[in-house]
Each structure stands twice: as structure tokens, then as C-alpha cells.
């Protein structure tokens, strides 16, 4: 197992297109983490899954945002009808769940998305 | 409600003198406390983790840190700065019976030959 993978590592799109990112966790780990993080900011929290069931949205989430995980394995961010602040890097991350011990998050290098 | 604070957003040190990067933290519950480091075009590396046992944890790179439950601190310390460890580093938190780790905003160091 290589780690977190996202796919793909850069995207420059036109404002108004569509575009998805694909996230390949480490295949053991159940948890499913997208992240936002724009220049000179922390990672922020978008949405999370266990298995193929999201968790939890956040209000950063707008309605051109979806995200799956179809058999609790790979995932995908869509956005539709960018703007340009959507500009900024996607993070994806995936951790072991369990009852006890630290939700350990390992990240993927990330998708950097460019909204002209 | 679980929030960070990282009270510097850059730190400049000169290599081979002491690091210190500044974290304090809010949790209404038991939490558990990270450091990532975040090298230029670099993923998110984790440097350690607190979970509630040893209050000095213990990282990669020589890098350590302390958990101070009556200053809501985790400040991150390393003896000596190497060239090497100039990258941003954020403070996390995750509080028990939270799943989504909250991240800081970030401290970038900044080593001087």
C-alpha cells in the first residue's frame, strides 16, 4: 500500500465548468476525510465518511459540492459550476476508526484546483 | 466545541538554536492533539500525537512536544533547528467523541543559515 492517493494533482479549469477529484484511500482504513485548505490558511473541514456512509457536511459544503464513496473504498469530490473562489488545494485523508486511540489522519498530497 | 490557536504565524530561527512553536487549544472533552508538518508541494506529514498518556510526546525529527491540561497548551520544542525543518506546522485537535480534527492556522518557521 502507497498511501493516500488523489488524482488529479492539478486541475485549471474555466469558472462555470464542472470538475471531479478522485481520492484512493489506504485500503484498510474506513474513515474518509475532504479538506480545503487555501493559501497561508489550516486545512478546513468539508465533509467525512465511514465506509460508504457521509457522516457529516459542513456549512463550507455548498450545494455545488458532492462527494461519494459508492463501495466505502475510492472517493470523489465534484464541483459544479465553479467560481473562483473555489480556487485553492483539496485535501483528502483517510484514518482507522475505532472505539478507542486517536483518529490518526493520513493525507494525500493533494489536488490543487485553479479556477480562471 | 473543540477550536486551536497557533499564536505565531511565522517563526525565524537560526539553525542549531532551540524551536519553539505555540499552541493552546479548546476542548470540552478529553482530547487528543496532533502536530503535522506540510513541506513546500509536500503532503501533510504527522511530526506526533497526544492521546491522554505520556504528557511529553515524543516525535519524528527530534521534535517533541507537551500537553499542559491546566494552560490548554501543546507546544511544539526542538533542541536544535536544522535547515531541513523550515515548513509550515499546524496544531490539531480532536476531542473525544469527535471525529473531525480540527486544524489550526498554521506556523510557518523559518530557519536562517
Known amino acids: 500500500d502507497t498511501g493516500v492517493s488523489q488524482d488529479p494533482r492539478h486541475k485549471i479549469t474555466k469558472r462555470g465548468q464542472n470538475v471531479t477529484f478522485r481520492c484512493d484511500p489506504i485500503s484498510e482504513h474506513n474513515r474518509l476525510y475532504w479538506y480545503r485548505q487555501t493559501l497561508g490558511q489550516g486545512p478546513e473541514f468539508l465533509t467525512y465518511?465511514?465506509?460508504?456512509?457521509?457522516?457529516?457536511k459542513s456549512r463550507l459544503l455548498s450545494d455545488r459540492f458532492s462527494a461519494e464513496r459508492p463501495k466505502g473504498s475510492f472517493s470523489t469530490l465534484e464541483i459544479q459550476r465553479t467560481e473562483q473562489g473555489d480556487s485553492a488545494m483539496y485535501l483528502c485523508?483517510?484514518?482507522?476508526?475505532?472505539?478507542?486511540?486517536?483518529?490518526?489522519?493520513?493525507f494525500g498530497a493533494g489536488s490543487r484546483l485553479t479556477v480562471l | 466545541a473543540q477550536s486551536v490557536t497557533q499564536l505565531d504565524s511565522h517563526v525565524s530561527v537560526s539553525e542549531g538554536t532551540p524551536v519553539l512553536l505555540r499552541c493552546n487549544y479548546s476542548s470540552s472533552y478529553s482530547p487528543s492533539l496532533f502536530w503535522y508538518v506540510q513541506h513546500p508541494n509536500k503532503g501533510l506529514q504527522l511530526l506526533l500525537k497526544?492521546?491522554?498518556?505520556?504528557?511529553l510526546v515524543k516525535g519524528i525529527n527530534g521534535f517533541e512536544a507537551e500537553f499542559k491540561k491546566s494552560e490548554t497548551s501543546f507546544h511544539l520544542t526542538k533542541p536544535s533547528a536544522h535547515m531541513s525543518d523550515a515548513a509550515e506546522y499546524f496544531c490539531v485537535v480532536s476531542e473525544r467523541g469527535s471525529y473531525i480534527p480540527t486544524f489550526g492556522r498554521g506556523t510557518s518557521l523559518i530557519v536562517h543559515p
Open positions: 497526544y492521546t491522554s498518556a505520556a504528557t
Open positions: 465518511f465511514q465506509n460508504e456512509a457521509q457522516l457529516e
Open positions: 485523508a483517510s484514518s482507522l476508526g475505532g472505539i478507542s486511540g486517536a483518529n490518526v489522519l493520513t
